[in-house]
């Protein structure tokens, strides 16, 4: 029986998620978008329309921070598969309303409780992983962080340590955009979520043990295929937290590259406090959250799609031994922010974050992925979702001993 699908959100990953879905129809049932602003899922389906995609697709008011409005929704709508791109703030209401009804859970990011900023590690143990035996109780499929980067990077640590290791070492997951979106500065992504990321101590697993520093405090210069020379930072990021479970005796780190411009800009914002969640009083007594005024004064990240042009670089940097011979592997893709933009009408950033969970979607229906219990990515076999992300747009290459080809 066809699996209908819900989609959550109406961001920029969402519009990249629905258009998948939607050229990928055959592999499901009815589908649906839900948003807090039902005007804006609506134009999203506008958009798949105007790409000539005659698809039935219905848009739905949902306040997502209800989870029994969520499993109202689903109910109604008889949904087999949701597929979480809203704030990173609703994703345990959502879980909670899939493990209510029996639903198919992906998300693309961890849970973040808004009133809590950069908490200690490991986060999924915080909130996802105390849903683990609901979920198995209920028989719900629930994958975690199937975006990019948490998701296929999970899923190339997984190849590496299929096919190329018996013992693995080290993983360094690189996310460089080479990008240039003509404005004098903006996020890719939700600005909220993405200075919360970076005003905390960074966390990474090394030695066997978390290690912290401070945000742009650790930083190396990488040559990568395609993008070239760059400068990354020892960045806190989602995956982490799931890989150091997996790869407990590996030193697992993230670095996400920087220009001047923005570490210039983030610098003097935090310094005024001007990221900071915590409310302020203006000498008219109005109270205001320094972090939500500037995400409001910046641009919609959505809005920089049409201008942007040049190329990401995201990858997986493993090393270990095979049979006690030292080696190591890149495992990466490229994408294009223009390419992007003309397939879907979101920039690069949006694509590479929305392509996955489609992915995902698809091998839960097929049953490749349907587990019924909740898993993150790199617990899932990692050559089906990676060939299939080739057909939906997003190829996999190898760096090995034999030199750059395709996986």
Same mark, same amino acid.
């Given at each position: 029986?066809?699996?209908?699908?819900?989609?959550?959100?109406?961001?920029?990953?969402?519009?990249?998620?629905?258009?998948?879905?939607?050229?990928? %129809?055959?592999?499901?049932?009815?589908?649906?978008?839900?948003?807090?602003?039902?005007?804006?899922?609506?134009?999203?389906?506008?958009?798949?329309?105007?790409?000539?995609?005659?698809?039935?697709?219905? %848009?739905?008011?949902?306040?997502?921070?209800?989870?029994?409005?969520?499993?109202?929704?689903?109910?109604?709508?008889?949904?087999?598969?949701? *597929?979480?791109?809203?704030?990173?703030?609703?994703?345990?209401?959502?879980?909670?309303?899939?493990?209510?009804?029996?639903?198919?859970?992906?998300?693309?990011? *961890?849970?973040?409780?808004?009133?809590?900023?950069?908490?200690?590690?490991?986060?999924?143990?915080?909130?996802?992983?105390?849903?683990?035996?609901?979920?198995?109780?209920? +028989?719900?499929?629930?994958?975690?962080?199937?975006?990019? /980067?948490?998701?296929?990077?999970?899923?190339?640590?997984?190849?590496?340590?299929?096919?190329?290791?018996?013992?693995?070492?080290?993983?360094?997951?690189?996310?460089?955009?080479?990008?240039?979106? =003509?404005?004098? @500065?903006?996020?890719?992504?939700?600005?909220?979520?993405?200075?919360?990321? @970076?005003?905390?101590?960074?966390?990474?697993?090394q030695k066997g043990a978390w290690q912290e520093n401070k945000m742009f405090e650790v930083g190396r210069e990488w040559d990568l295929p395609v993008v070239g020379k760059q400068t990354a930072y020892l960045s806190g990021h989602d995956e982490v937290h799931s890989l150091s479970a997996r790869y407990k005796d590996a030193d697992v780190r993230f670095w996400m590259g920087f220009g001047a411009h923005y570490i210039n800009v983030f610098t003097?914002?935090?310094?005024?406090?001007?990221?900071?969640?915590?409310?302020?009083?203006?000498?008219? +007594?109005?109270?205001?959250?320094?972090?939500?005024?500037?995400?409001?004064?910046?641009?919609?990240?959505?809005?920089?799609?049409?201008?942007?042009?040049?190329?990401?670089?995201?990858?997986?940097?493993?090393?270990?031994?095979?049979?006690?011979?030292?080696?190591?592997?890149?495992?990466?893709?490229?994408? /294009?922010?223009?390419?992007?933009?003309?397939?879907?009408?979101?920039?690069?950033?949006?694509?590479?974050?929305?392509?996955?969970?489609?992915?995902?979607?698809?091998?839960?229906?097929? =049953?490749?992925?349907?587990?019924?219990?909740?898993?993150?990515?790199?617990?899932?076999? %990692?050559?089906? @979702?990676?060939?299939?992300?080739?057909?939906? =747009?997003?190829?996999?290459?190898?760096?090995?001993?034999?030199?750059?080809?395709?996986?």
């Amino acid at each position: 029986m066809a699996k209908n699908v819900l989609i959550i959100g109406a961001g920029g990953v969402a519009q990249v998620v629905a258009h998948k879905v939607a050229q990928n %129809a055959k592999e499901f049932g009815t589908l649906h978008i839900a948003s807090r602003t039902v005007s804006k899922a609506e134009q999203i389906i506008t958009s798949i329309r105007e790409k000539g995609h005659k698809v039935e697709f219905t %848009a739905h008011p949902l306040d997502a921070m209800d989870s029994d409005a969520v499993a109202a929704l689903i109910r109604q709508i008889d949904a087999n598969i949701v *597929i979480n791109v809203g704030s990173a703030f609703v994703n345990m209401t959502v879980l909670q309303g899939c493990i209510d009804t029996g639903a198919a859970y992906l998300d693309t990011a *961890i849970h973040e409780d808004p009133a809590k900023v950069c908490e200690t590690p490991p986060w999924y143990g915080n909130y996802e992983w105390k849903r683990r035996e609901a979920c198995e109780a209920a +028989g719900v499929t629930a994958i975690l962080g199937v975006g990019f /980067d948490p998701g296929v990077v999970n899923a190339y640590a997984r190849l590496a340590e299929d096919e190329y290791f018996d013992k693995v070492e080290s993983i360094d997951i690189v996310d460089i955009n080479a990008g240039s979106h =003509g404005r004098w @500065f903006a996020t890719n992504f939700d600005p909220e979520i993405n200075f919360r990321e @970076f005003t905390g101590t960074v966390y990474s697993w090394q030695k066997g043990a978390w290690q912290e520093n401070k945000m742009f405090e650790v930083g190396r210069e990488w040559d990568l295929p395609v993008v070239g020379k760059q400068t990354a930072y020892l960045s806190g990021h989602d995956e982490v937290h799931s890989l150091s479970a997996r790869y407990k005796d590996a030193d697992v780190r993230f670095w996400m590259g920087f220009g001047a411009h923005y570490i210039n800009v983030f610098t003097v914002l935090q310094n005024l406090g001007l990221l900071s969640e915590q409310p302020v009083k203006t000498a008219e +007594g109005t109270e205001v959250v320094p972090l939500k005024l500037v995400k409001a004064v910046l641009p919609d990240p959505s809005s920089l799609a049409p201008d942007y042009v040049g190329k990401t670089c995201i990858g997986d940097l493993v090393k270990g031994t095979q049979n006690g011979k030292p080696g190591e592997v890149f495992i990466y893709n490229v994408a /294009d922010h223009k390419e992007a933009f003309n397939e879907v009408g979101s920039q690069g950033i949006s694509y590479t974050a929305g392509v996955p969970p489609v992915a995902a979607a698809i091998l839960v229906a097929r =049953g490749t992925w349907d587990v019924k219990k909740m898993a993150n990515v790199e617990e899932l076999p %990692a050559r089906p @979702f990676l060939e299939l992300l080739g057909d939906l =747009g997003l190829p996999t290459r190898v760096i090995d001993a034999t030199g750059d080809h395709p996986l």
